[in-house]
DNA sequence: CTGTCAACATATCTTCGTAATTAATGAAGA
DNA sequence: TCTTCATTAATTACGAAGATATGTTGACAG
């Protein structure tokens, strides 16, 4: 899911750069003070600028001559960069709604997208759909199977859409669903995700757009309400 | 609307190794030749690091030890970004198509955004909207304040959502709109915009969810009609 | 004879310290 | 008050030295 496989150390500079910004310890507008990052981190000028490059690539630090490289506004930060989204819930405390915000987009996305899947899944992108059912199914308890088959899923389901920027929405859906799985890592008593899964692919099968988005929006309204139950339940258990 | 300023020659070395790569001319997988690359573009090898490090945080290109710099296969490019939207449309020839699937994008996204828009919205995102629709009517025949009046009203619309990260697909709408702009350059007989937006607004004003993502769909539909009966008009032009 | 594993050599990226360039600032002049 | 110009703080660029993963060779076991 990565993209930015930074390797050596600059990939800790960056990253811990980047969550100083994202959670608000450096603020936005604020100048940052290269000569002390690079005794704090112990680097050189070069693996600071790199790493800040990087940053920059993601609208989040702007550098000028004269001025200083100092963190720009939040409304210019690329959320939905794959790597933004992974900095974000890396930290244990993210920002609350941060999973909320995700599961919206998903929510309006991919219905959307399950309707033009209808209307355009070829045979072989309902045949990977059909795959990824059956590895959901054979998943049984183990988690990490149950999870790769989920996210197979989405993603073919984004693939039968043949367009290629809402295919690219697939880092929010990985982020979410890594997240989710983060979430409840462990704690069974999830419904058997297969009959609601297995329902958008039949509608896919028979072009039925209209009922594609509607399965889809049922699927997610489920994922939610498993969330939110999982929830109560730390909440209670929280109160021991 | 661009993200990454790059100031001095570093800008332009950005992009074009990026457009090199988004139009085909450097493949998937084709390992890049540094030194080559260092002659002609005349600059140093640390420029050239630096240019590539901002195409690897797009998850572009990657570099390894012993095997090179090469292109990351392009389902692994940041096709949402700002950036990478900006140069596939600064060349002439983009991909066909490019502009389809952006538009789907949006006919997906902005109705369910002015849906949630409905719900949420506060005295103060209304007012936002009513003064775009304000400049809208007052735009008359100035292309550029009409873009402007229309880019802010999307803008207004997206906020209204309160979630972030639907803010923040606003990438996606200003690039539509700056391409739609630029093909319709001047040339005249598009419908009045207000109403269809205003539409929108009316019920967003009185919480209308399901009407507002109506709304929306309705205006999406005659943007796209509009392009369309462009194009054809273009075409026959072309026959002379 | 064939397949597996480990130590080695090297191509390539990565990092360093220093020099050049840039643009914001304030003062001087018109 | 506006324009011009020197000042200077900060980024940007350079060429060489350092670090590292990869591919290769050889030996050993099956």
Do not use: C
Not at 23 to 29: A, F, L, T
Not at 84 to 103: E, I, K, M, T, Y
Not at 122 to 150: K, R
Not at 152 to 172: G, K, P, S
């Amino acid at each position: 899911m990565q993209q930015y496989n930074a390797r050596g150390v600059h990939g800790q500079t960056v990253e811990v750069l980047a969550q100083r910004i994202l959670d608000g310890r450096m603020p936005e507008g604020s100048t940052l003070d290269l000569t002390a990052l690079q005794s704090e981190f112990d680097v050189s000028l070069t693996v600071l600028r790199e790493a800040l490059r990087v940053l920059a690539a993601k609208g989040m630090v702007d550098a000028r001559p004269k001025r200083g490289t100092f963190v720009r506004p939040r409304a210019n930060w690329s959320l939905l960069d794959a790597d933004v989204l992974r900095w974000q819930f890396a930290r244990s405390p993210h920002r609350p709604g941060l999973f909320d915000d995700l599961h919206e987009l998903r929510a309006i996305v991919e219905p959307g997208a399950a309707s033009l899947a209808a209307a355009r899944a070829t045979d072989t992108d309902i045949e990977a759909l059909d795959a990824a059912l059956a590895d959901m199914a054979a998943a049984g308890d183990d988690p990490s199977a149950a999870v790769a088959a989920d996210l197979a899923f989405h993603r073919a389901l984004l693939a039968a859409t043949h367009n290629e920027l809402i295919q690219r929405m697939e880092v929010v859906i990985e982020t979410g669903l890594a997240e989710r799985d983060r979430m409840v890592h462990g704690t069974a008593g999830a419904d058997d995700p297969v009959p609601s899964h297995k329902a958008v692919v039949d509608a896919i099968r028979r072009h039925n757009p209209a009922q594609a988005a509607r399965a889809m929006g049922k699927l997610l309204d489920q994922a939610i309400e498993d969330v939110a139950r999982l929830e109560r339940t730390q909440h209670e258990d929280r109160q021991d």
